[in-house]
C-alpha cells in the first residue's frame, strides 16, 4: 500500500516509516517539523506540511495516490494540554478532523490512528481493557477520545475503515538503536533516567514512593517500540476486511519506577542522584494494559518483553546521539 504516514518524522512516526518500507509498502511522511526530526525520515519520500493545510492534503493524498493514512502528529504532553487545552484540541481534534474530511474528498477509507490509554483517566482497575470506562481527566485524553468517536461515526457511514490503538508507554529505539526518542522538552521516564546517567541532569525526581506497590514507586507498562509498530502493521492490513478496530498495546506487565532506574544504571553502568520528591496529583499508583484483544485478533506477539531490552536500544542510541538528532538537512 501507498501509505502517508501524517508526523512521520517524529519518533513514533519515524519507526513506522521504517517498518512500513521493510514490510514492502511505500511510505510517504507528511510533517511540519515543530517536533519531528527530518534526519529521522532518512530516504523515505518527505513532504513539509501541516494538518491544517486542507489544500495541501488533497493534493498530496490525490498526487501520491495514498491508500491508507497513519496518523501520528497529536500533541502529546499532558501538562502542556492542561494549561494550553485550545492549542491542544485545536491540533489533535481540528486537524484530525481536516485530515479525515480530505481523505473523504479524495476517497481514502483507510485509517490508522494513534490514540492512548489516557482516554481512560484514573481506571477502577488493572490490567485495562478495551471495555473500562473511558473518563480522560485532561485535555490530551479528551481529544484522543474526540477523535476516537469522530471516526466511530465516520465508520457507520461506511466511508471509513480505522484502527484506534490506544497505547500505554512506548520506550526504546527501533532499527537496532538507530531511531530513538528525541523530545524537546523531553517528559518520558527512560530518557529522563538515560539523561542523569549521561550527565545532562543533576538527578532523577521520584515523584513518590509511599504506593501501595512493592517498592512503593508507581508502575508502568512499557512496551518496545518496534512491538508498537508491529501491530500498527497487522492493523493496518486487516484493514482490508474490517471497517472498526480497537486495541489496547502494552506488554501486559508493569515495572515500577525504581526497577526501570535500577535498569539503566545496569546498562549504563553508571551511578546518579534519584531524588524522592512529593506525589503528582492524579498518578495512580499502577497503569498496565490487557492487550489480550490484540493478541488474538491480530496475531500480535510482543517481540521484546524485558525491560533490560528495552532500556539497552534506548542507551545504545542515546549513547551515540547525545545531543539528540542534529540534521543538516535543509528544508
Not at 487545552?85 to 481523505?103: E, G, I, S, V
Not at 488474538?296 to 542515546?318: D, F, M, Q, R
Amino acid at each position: 500500500m501507498k501509505v502517508l504516514v501524517c508526523g512521520g518524522a517524529g519518533y513514533i512516526g519515524s519507526n513506522m516509516t521504517a517498518k512500513l518500507a521493510e514490510a514492502g509498502h511505500q511510505p510517504t511522511v507528511f510533517d511540519n517539523l515543530s517536533s519531528g526530526h527530518r534526519e529521522a525520515v532518512r530516504d523515505a519520500e518527505f513532504v513539509k506540511g501541516d494538518l491544517a493545510d486542507f489544500d495541501l492534503l488533497v493534493k498530496v493524498l490525490t498526487d501520491k495516490k495514498i491508500d491508507a493514512v497513519m496518523h501520528f502528529a497529536a500533541f502529546i504532553e499532558v501538562g502542556e494540554s492542561v494549561k494550553e487545552p485550545l492549542k491542544f484540541y485545536r491540533n489533535n481534534l481540528c486537524n484530525t478532523h481536516n485530515l479525515l474530511t480530505a481523505m473523504e474528498k479524495c476517497g481514502v477509507g483507510k485509517f490508522v490512528f494513534s490514540s492512548t490509554a489516557a482516554v481512560y483517566g484514573i481506571p477502577d482497575k488493572t490490567p485495562i481493557s478495551e471495555e473500562l470506562q473511558k473518563k480522560a481527566i485532561n485535555p490530551y485524553g479528551e481529544t484522543k477520545w474526540a477523535v476516537e468517536r469522530m471516526c466511530h461515526f465516520q465508520s457507520l457511514t461506511g466511508r471509513l475503515n480505522y484502527a484506534a490503538l490506544r497505547y500505554f508507554n512506548a520506550a526504546g529505539a527501533g532499527g537496532d538503536g538507530t531511531l530513538g526518542e528525541d523530545h524537546k522538552p523531553e517528559s518520558h521516564l527512560i530518557p529522563l533516567i538515560i539523561a542523569a546517567a549521561m550527565g545532562k541532569r543533576e538527578d532523577i525526581k521520584v515523584f513518590g514512593d509511599d504506593y501501595p506497590t512493592e517498592d512503593g514507586t508507581c508502575v508502568r507498562d512499557y512496551i518496545h517500540i518496534e512491538d508498537l509498530c508491529s501491530a500498527h502493521l497487522l492493523a493496518l492490513e486487516k484493514l482490508q476486511s474490517g471497517s472498526e478496530q480497537v486495541y489496547n498495546l502494552g506488554n501486559g506487565k508493569g515495572y515500577s519506577v525504581r526497577q526501570v532506574i535500577e535498569t539503566v544504571k545496569k546498562i549504563s553502568g553508571k551511578n546518579f542522584k534519584v531524588t524522592i520528591v512529593p506525589r503528582r496529583e492524579g498518578d495512580p499508583a499502577v497503569l498496565t494494559a490487557d492487550a489480550t484483544k490484540a493478541k488474538k485478533s491480530l496475531g500480535w506477539k510482543v517481540k521484546y518483553p524485558e525491560l533490560e531490552k528495552i532500556v539497552e536500544t534506548a542507551w545504545k542510541w542515546h549513547s551515540k546521539n547525545p545531543e539528540g538528532y542534529n540534521s543538516k538537512i535543509k528544508n
